[in-house]
């Protein structure tokens, strides 16, 4: 049962600590992409991987985000300094260029970030 | 900048009755539309797609129409059931800035009552 898997599914820290979250995207998958669920915006597009190369990181707030892929099967979120205002849901989603094409993407099932 | 809006946060239908989530996009360069199923504590799940050279597209009791000159789509569900009831995310893809995106709508909050 291939799905993308995502840690921590909670995370509660105060304001000024490191965040890191991370998934493993579906074997096979080349596309890898970081979402933040909020109320307003619903899902916002932080970044979008290719090939393990970043091709799009325009919505992350670029002086305390940043997301790698160290490797195929790992893909990791960080904040640093984090803020009260980062708490939302961050969703990791992968896919292929095919189904890319027509936009179909897997979900993981989202950290919950709580900043105090 | 909201590419694509949905401006309905909550819709209650009964069940058995039809419900319709609306979407609408304001990028003509989108080329597929789809439809995104969210229960609580998950992650969205694929529900259906439509081409942009397509006004419908049907799979069992969902049926996505496409209106380009409106720039609007719909989600209708027919009969609704109590499992139909989750957040329904409308999106829109397109290949802008040297990358093909998935660009989402706030979500519509679904409550099917028996």
């Known amino acids: 049962d291939a799905r993308v898997t995502q840690t921590p599914r909670d995370k509660v820290t105060e304001m000024g600590q490191e965040v890191t979250m991370r998934c493993q995207p579906i074997l096979g998958h080349n596309t890898v992409f970081w979402y933040r669920q909020t109320m307003m915006q619903g899902l916002e597009l932080l970044a979008y991987?290719?090939?393990?190369?970043?091709?799009?990181d325009s919505g992350m707030p670029k002086d305390r985000f940043s997301a790698e892929m160290p490797d195929a099967t790992l893909a990791t979120l960080k904040i640093q300094p984090s803020e009260p205002r980062d708490s939302a849901v961050y969703f990791c989603a992968s896919g292929t260029l095919l189904g890319l094409n027509t936009g179909e993407l897997f979900f993981g099932e989202g950290s919950r970030l709580t900043v105090l | 900048d909201q590419q694509v809006k949905q401006n309905s946060p909550s819709l209650s239908v009964q069940e058995g009755r039809i419900s319709i989530l609306n979407c609408d996009y304001t990028?003509?360069?989108?080329?597929?539309f789809l439809w995104y199923k969210k229960y609580p504590a998950e992650g969205p799940t694929f529900l259906i797609s439509?081409?942009?050279?397509?006004d419908k597209n049907e799979d069992g009791r969902f049926t996505v129409f496409l209106n380009k000159s409106a720039k609007h789509l719909s989600l209708h569900i027919v009969p609704s059931q109590p499992g139909d009831s989750a957040v329904y995310f409308c999106?829109?893809?397109?290949?802008?800035?040297?990358?093909?995106?998935?660009?989402f709508g706030q979500g519509t909050r679904l409550t099917i009552n028996p």
């Open positions: 991987f290719r090939n393990r190369a970043p091709l799009d």
């Open positions: 990028n003509s360069m989108f080329d597929y």
């Open positions: 999106a829109a893809s397109a290949f802008m800035q040297g990358a093909q995106k998935l660009v």
């Open positions: 439509i081409s942009s050279i397509k």
